[in-house]
């Protein structure tokens, strides 16, 4: 996916810019900040996140008095739109957490992420909408990669293999997830390369500062 600017975007690499960026957006919107989250902690590009209704991600139960809950589902299954692909999703607590806040008091079949332009049609928001959202919002925080929606699974990806001491499991694990053909399709997916090549190329560089001149 490109941005507007023709630039390919990137994941948000820095934990501290992915901190600043839902902090923003926690405060701000908390619809928006479901969004962001839901991108980052299941790695699903935003058309299967779009389509997703209050239904598909929680149950009712009852609580202790009972009085009806939304409790957020362990998993969620999600045909896939690029690949119609049947994937089952797993939702942490954190995320867990998020969704339960944001959909108590709302009916299962309104759409997750509903537009709030015309209340009283059932809509979820445009993907430029999202795009606009979570760009606008990385700028606001002063993150300097080029960033979009497609940035959120795309951090999702990276921060599994930094976080993983085995890379090469990390790399298979992240290219099953996100259905890729192979492993290279991942690295580049990630960036992983293009780090390589720059701190391949910087340590020897560096070293040519160290020559002796005559």
Not at 83 to 88: H, I
Not at 150 to 179: M, P, Q, V
Not at 181 to 201: L, Q, W
Request: aromatic fraction near 8%; charged fraction near 40%.
């Amino acid at each position: 996916m490109e941005a507007h600017s023709g630039q390919k975007v990137n994941p948000i690499k820095d934990i501290e810019d992915v901190f600043r960026l839902l902090n923003f957006l926690e405060e701000w919107n908390e619809r928006n900040y479901l969004l962001a989250l839901f991108g980052m902690c299941t790695g699903l590009r935003i058309g299967d996140i779009l389509a997703l209704k209050v239904a598909d991600v929680t149950d009712v139960k009852l609580d202790k008095k009972g009085k009806k809950i939304r409790v957020s589902k362990d998993w969620i299954r999600v045909i896939e739109e690029k690949r119609d692909y049947d994937r089952e999703v797993f939702l942490s607590d954190v995320i867990k957490s998020a969704i339960e806040n944001y959909t108590q008091d709302k009916p299962g079949e309104e759409f997750l992420f509903k537009s709030g332009k015309r209340k009283k049609f059932n809509r979820p928001i445009q993907t430029r909408q999202a795009g606009r959202i979570i760009k606008g919002a990385a700028e606001k925080v002063g993150i300097k990669e080029n960033v979009a929606t497609h940035s959120l699974r795309k951090t999702f990806a990276r921060h599994i293999y930094d976080e993983e001491e085995n890379k090469t499991y990390a790399l298979e694990l992240i290219r099953k997830i996100l259905g890729h053909k192979t492993i290279e399709m991942t690295r580049r997916y990630i960036g992983i390369d293009k780090d390589e090549e720059v701190k391949a190329i910087t340590k020897f560089t560096n070293k040519l500062k160290k020559r002796k001149r005559n």
